[in-house]
Nanobody, 127 residues
Framework: QVQLVESGGGSMQAGGSLRLSCASS????????MSWYRQAPGKEREFVSV???????NYADSVKGRFTISQDNAKNTVYLQMNSLKPEDTAMYYC?????????????????????WGQGTQVTVSS
């Protein structure tokens, strides 16, 4: 599996900002759509944002205008800049790597694993 390591979580007061990072390793010759998900206590895991392999991005309505996803391909790292944080943003944030259509094999002929998750980083926002 692709190794995904999240970092940057922490505790913050409402209105503050945090930047999460997701560093990937192991299958750097594969192409992936990179997403952020979050899971609050007692709730299901939910989609937050995605950056597709072609550079397009998408966001959940709840974070549009406040969160920005970006990637540094040279560092194999995806970021989630979170501004104007709210208590309802409190959750464990997970990074995910999914194969795009046609992405089963890398250009070097290696099989690319799908549905890869990191271990998560906790974000806590107090009012």
């Amino acid at each position: 599996q692709v190794q995904l390591v999240e970092s940057g979580g922490g505790s913050m007061q409402a209105g503050g900002s945090l930047r999460l990072s997701c560093a990937s390793s192991g299958y750097t010759d594969c192409t992936y759509d990179m997403s952020w998900y979050r899971q609050a206590p007692g709730k299901e895991r939910e989609f937050v944002s995605v950056v597709y392999s072609d550079g397009r991005t998408n966001y959940a309505d709840s974070v549009k205008g406040r969160f920005t996803i970006s990637q540094d391909n040279a560092k194999n790292t995806v970021y989630l800049q979170m501004n104007s944080l709210k208590p309802e943003d409190t959750a464990m944030y997970y990074c995910k790597a999914d194969r795009p259509p046609g992405g089963r094999w890398s250009l070097t002929g290696r099989y690319c694993p799908n549905n890869n998750w990191g271990q998560g980083t906790q974000v806590t926002v107090s009012s």
